[in-house]
């Protein structure tokens, strides 16, 4: 996961629809995790509160997605479709596949889906890059959501309301969110070499071919 960092360069396009506002990356996720994520939206949205989404579903059903633009009609667009003259726009659905982990990269916060529904996605993809990182209460069999918790940079949520704490905890502490940053990117070199060590060992005990 930290060669993704190491390779990673800038999408033009995305950094102009962030636009240096504070910006939430949402990737792999699925109808409960977005109602979890548009509820939270919602309240920051009516207390006029400025935040802007990238959401990557898991599947690309236009359907779902037609549904969530027509809910947020005035501030939603499609990667597809957005343009820099579309500047008010808060909501950008990524509606193709294969840029979700550049994406973290412009991440004040990572939402990773799946712990609501069928099981947590990839979530060192978005800690390489040291945003805190929020997922739903079904994690139990993921060591890794485990101990990015017990590091102090991943975050499990039940609802809406904890989510929205959690946000307005972290956006309004910037020494929180720095100390937040340098955990995870700490537990990501910490998990360097974890491959390597785990052939090592199936070599030992004679599960695999040196």
């Not at 802007?52 to 633009?69: F, V």
């Not at 972290?170 to 537990?187: A, T, V, W, Y």
Request: glycine share 6%.
């Amino acid at each position: 996961m930290s060669d993704n960092v190491a390779n990673w360069q800038e999408i033009g396009k995305i950094a102009e629809f962030v636009n240096r506002r504070p910006c939430w990356v949402c990737g792999s996720t699925w109808p409960e995790d977005e109602k979890v994520i548009f509820e939270t939206f919602q309240s920051l949205y009516t207390h006029n509160q400025d935040v802007c989404l990238i959401i990557a579903p898991h599947e690309i059903h236009e359907e779902r997605i037609d549904k969530w633009t027509e809910t947020f009609r005035e501030v939603s667009t499609r990667y597809s479709q957005w343009n820099i003259e579309e500047n008010e726009k808060s909501i950008l659905w990524i509606d193709h596949i294969g840029s979700l982990s550049k994406l973290y990269a412009y991440a004040d916060l990572a939402y990773v889906g799946g712990a609501f529904e069928k099981g947590l996605h990839n979530i060192l993809e978005a800690i390489a890059f040291g945003c805190p990182t929020v997922f739903g209460p079904t994690y139990d069999k993921y060591p890794e959501a485990e101990m990015s918790i017990s590091q102090g940079g991943g975050f499990s949520i039940q609802n809406s309301n904890e989510f929205l704490q959690l946000w307005n905890k972290i956006q309004s502490d910037p020494q929180l969110k720095s100390e937040i940053s340098r955990k995870n990117k700490d537990f990501v070199q910490s998990q360097k070499g974890a491959s390597l060590q785990i052939c090592q060992w199936l070599q030992e005990v004679g599960f695999l071919q040196s």
